[in-house]
């Protein structure tokens, strides 16, 4: 029985080798739906392999196998939770968007509008990541009106 890791390489070896035949990674993705992933990073290696997959299908088949085993991703993200493992690597932008994982960026005003009215239960602000206060004064007076008139002539208005 392969390991995890030699899983994982073969997946990411595999998924670029068009002239590997559709069957050895068909094999492989049945073996990964029922591994056990340890480690964040075995879980973003996965994932990413499953994009490219599912992007680069090699045929029907297998795209409806990588779409299972995506949506498996968001239970071993939840067991990688539980587990009081590592998962801060989950948060990196570079591959957020893992279910169960999070998504932090700086996102357009028209942006924010739309998650906020299609997920408003999973949408929250990092006010600590947030440093520049001063950049409110052209944003705030959207949500506060009375604040328009400071707002153009102070510079640090006390939001």
Same mark, same amino acid.
């Given at each position: 029985?392969?390991t995890?890791? $030699? ?7 595999? *998924?670029?080798?068009f /002239?590997?035949? $559709?069957?050895s ?5 049945? $073996?990964l739906?029922?591994? *056990?992933l340890?480690?964040?990073? /075995?879980?973003?290696r ?9 992007? !680069?299908?090699r045929?029907?088949?297998?795209l409806?196998q990588?779409?299972?085993?995506? *949506?498996?991703?968001e239970?071993l =993200? ?9 998962t &801060?690597?989950?948060? /990196? ?8 994982? &999070?998504?932090? &960026?700086?996102f &357009? ?5 739309w998650?906020?009215? *299609? !997920?408003? =239960? $999973?949408?929250?602000?990092d006010? /600590?990541?947030f440093?520049e206060?001063d950049r409110?004064?052209a944003t ?7 604040l ?11 939001f």
């Amino acid at each position: 029985m392969a390991t995890t890791e $030699q899983l994982l390489n073969k997946l990411e070896a595999g *998924k670029r080798a068009f /002239d590997l035949p $559709q069957a050895s990674l068909t094999a492989t993705l049945t $073996q990964l739906e029922k591994a *056990k992933l340890d480690s964040a990073d /075995d879980l973003v290696r996965l994932h990413e392999a499953l994009l490219f997959l599912r992007a !680069y299908p090699r045929g029907p088949r297998m795209l409806k196998q990588v779409e299972k085993v995506i *949506k498996r991703c968001e239970s071993l =993200a939840e067991r990688l939770f539980d587990d009081e493992v590592d998962t &801060s690597l989950l948060n /990196d932008p570079e591959v957020s968007g893992i279910a169960g994982g &999070s998504v932090t &960026s700086n996102f &357009s005003y028209a942006i924010v509008c739309w998650l906020v009215a *299609k !997920y408003p =239960a $999973q949408v929250s602000i990092d006010w /600590d990541w947030f440093e520049e206060e001063d950049r409110f004064g052209a944003t705030m007076p959207r949500f506060m009106p009375l604040l328009e008139d400071d707002a153009m002539v102070e510079a640090h208005v006390p939001f």
